[in-house]
């Protein structure tokens, strides 16, 4: 199967097990495993991936992408494995980890589930025996599914940058999804406008002038604004309003603001909110 243009973030509560397959590796920033839902041709996909290693890839000794998986057949719901599929996919990934292993050092960065296929994602160093390999455990192992192997050169990591890591609409998204999760486990119904504090930073005070005009014409309040010990940013604001916190509401908020605060050579920070029972 080849790669899909993700086309935009699902608002999802994703319900399934997740497995952290451990990679043998170089030096590398420490694993930060997450998940996320999007559409992809109009139809919902599930990715989990390894977030640090957006702060390392490309990683030029590991030039080579391996994606393998299988076609399984218990899919009832959106192309989705049943919790019982995913018992046998867990041990096909194992079996494959074992397998590329054997084979060559290796960094897998994440599991793309879309449509009754789940693949895994490698970069390796070398390719020598993976195909044959994969191919003799899938007919062995697990002779009831179809395997997908494709192995290429992708030097760049194009793979996880362009699709396995999400795009500034979904990191958005999945940021909220957090906040209001642990609002929702203080016992917040997200039902009651509130206040809405934001953080921005600034590498000028100019900078910070330029979406202070964009905050006052767009009804935020400017709580406080000071100097940081921050060589890059050193210019923060600090303001807020009153808005709803359902996820549509302020992910449409928080992505304009992200965008808005780029605009003016600023970095947005993130957003909180009291518990309102």
């Known amino acids: 199967m080849s790669m899909i243009k993700r086309i935009a973030p699902l608002i999802f509560a994703l319900y399934m097990p997740v497995q ?5 590796t170089d030096t590398l920033p420490a694993e930060n495993w997450d998940t996320y839902m999007a559409q992809y041709e109009k139809k919902a996909g599930s990715v989990l991936l ?4 957006k702060q390392v890839a490309p990683l030029r000794q590991y030039p080579y992408l391996v994606v393998t998986g299988v076609r399984f057949k218990d899919c009832p719901t959106g192309g ?4 019982r599929e995913f ?48 191919n003799n455990m899938y007919q062995q192992r697990f002779p009831g599914y179809t395997p997908y192997i494709n192995i290429k050169a992708d030097t760049g990591w194009a793979a996880y940058l362009d699709f396995l890591y999400p795009n500034e609409e979904t990191l958005d998204y999945m940021g909220n999804q957090k906040v209001l999760l642990a609002l929702q486990r203080a016992g917040d119904k997200l ?11 600034f590498k000028t ?5 330029c979406f202070i005009n964009y905050a006052l014409k767009n009804k935020f309040v400017i709580t406080a604004r000071d100097t940081i010990d921050d ?12 808005d709803k916190i359902d996820l ?3 992910s449409k908020i928080t992505l304009e603001l992200r965008r808005q605060v780029a605009k003016c050579n600023g970095d947005y920070s993130g957003w909180e909110t009291v518990v309102v029972k």
Not at 191 to 201: G, I, L, N, P, S
Not at 231 to 242: E, Q, W
Request: hydrophobic letters at 35%; aromatic letters at 16%; proline letters at 4%.
């Open 20 to 24: 952290v397959l451990v990679a043998q």
């Open 50 to 53: 390894n977030m640090s290693l």
């Open 80 to 83: 989705f494995p049943s919790k």
């Open 87 to 134: 018992n046998t996919l867990y041990k096909i990934s194992d079996s494959v980890k074992s397998i590329v292993d054997r084979a060559t050092p290796n960094i897998i960065t994440g599991t793309f589930t879309f449509q009754c296929e789940r693949l895994d994602y490698f970069y390796v160093k070398d390719t020598s025996w993976i195909r044959k390999w994969l």
């Open 191 to 201: 039902e009651r406008a509130r206040t809405v504090d934001h953080w921005a930073y």
């Open 205 to 209: 005070d100019a900078d910070r002038t």
């Open 231 to 242: 060589a890059g940013h050193p210019f923060s604001l600090y303001f807020s309003r009153t």
């Open 248 to 250: 549509p509401s302020i």
